[in-house]
């Protein structure tokens, strides 16, 4: 079985920094892709930013400039600097593993977080 767990979030007031950490544990060959989706109150799910397995990464517009994902692939990690964060960028927080995969060539399935909460404040 394979756990995400996620760690960082937190209250800052605007402008402020956070860095949002997931590890991923269990029993894994690959994942294919990892990121970072949000949740605020009466929305829905939105894609903030992803990276793949060779690095390439994926922004939404709201984000670019500001953010920045990484990611270690030898420890299964993924990360998220947010930077000039704004009133707006208040959420849950969760982490995504896309196509984790247990051996080669079986599909892979895909994982999320229990989702951190990250509060920016005016």
């Known amino acids: 079985q394979v756990q995400l767990v996620e760690s960082g979030g937190g209250l800052v007031q605007a402008g402020g920094s956070l860095r949002l950490s997931c590890a991923a544990s269990?029993?894994?060959?690959?994942?294919?892709?990892m990121g970072w989706y949000r949740q605020a109150p009466g929305k829905q799910r939105e894609l903030v930013a992803a990276?793949?397995?060779?690095?390439?990464?994926d922004y939404a517009d709201s984000v670019k400039g500001r953010f920045t994902i990484s990611r270690d692939n030898a420890k299964n990690t993924v990360n998220l600097q947010m930077n000039s964060l704004k009133p707006e960028d208040t959420a849950v927080y969760y982490c995504?593993?896309?196509?984790?995969?247990?051996?080669?060539?079986?599909?892979?399935?895909?994982?999320w977080g229990q989702g951190t909460q990250v509060t920016v404040s005016s």
């Open positions: 269990g029993t894994i060959f690959s994942i294919n892709a």
């Open positions: 995504n593993a896309k196509d984790v995969r247990v051996i080669a060539w079986q599909r892979g399935n895909n994982y």
């Open positions: 990276i793949t397995s060779g690095g390439i990464t």
